[in-house]
């Protein structure tokens, strides 16, 4: 029987894993303890937890949680960064951290909706537009026809009094 106090682990960082929208997986080898304060501080600041769970733990919850088999992104030293927000935000932190600090930390595993992602698609989501960008394209594109629409009836019903206008006038002439 495993002690308690990893029981109330693994049903916390099942519950959190659950919970997720989006969950980084990280080699964080080589990344001192000032610099991954300074990683968890900038990620905690746009609602992302980072966070290090033993293995054999994290393969635990991942199963409660219904991720299934995660030991391929389980490289090196393993911490996670995880949240129910924009899906590509932490990609982008990640990423700018990582520039400035020896490519550290690494991405090695991506669960997006629970779709099992490898590390190369961390770019991608990085280079993709916040959640609010990508509502506001979408909102433009919807109401691009409908200013057309109404521009364009405006214009053939100011055609129509003018033409109306011109009848009137040549009738009374």
């Known amino acids: 029987m495993p002690p308690p106090h990893k029981i109330a682990i693994v049903e916390k960082t099942a ?10 997986f990280t080699d964080y080898k080589g990344l001192s303890a000032p610099k991954a304060s300074e990683l968890r501080a900038e990620l905690q600041a746009s609602s992302i937890n980072y966070v290090v769970v033993k293995k054999t733990l994290l393969r635990i919850a991942a199963q409660d949680a219904g991720i299934g088999e995660i030991d391929e992104f389980m490289i090196g030293q393993t911490a996670l960064a995880f949240t129910d927000g924009d899906p590509s935000e932490p990609a982008r932190i ?20 629970g779709q099992r992602l490898p590390a190369t698609r961390a770019q991608t ?30 214009a053939s019903m100011t055609q129509l009094g003018q033409l109306l206008s011109a009848l009137k006038d040549q009738k009374t002439s």
Do not use: C, H
Not at 17 to 23: D, E, P, W
Not at 103 to 111: E, F, L, N, Q
């Open 15 to 24: 519950a959190q894993l659950r919970g997720a929208a989006v969950i980084y």
């Open 94 to 113: 990640l990423r700018e951290f990582s520039k400035n600090n020896d490519d550290v930390p690494k991405i090695t595993g991506i669960v997006l909706d």
């Open 125 to 154: 989501l990085a280079s993709l537009p916040s959640k609010e960008v990508l509502l506001g394209i979408l909102l433009s594109a919807i109401q691009q026809p409908m200013t057309r629409l109404a521009g364009t009836l405006s």
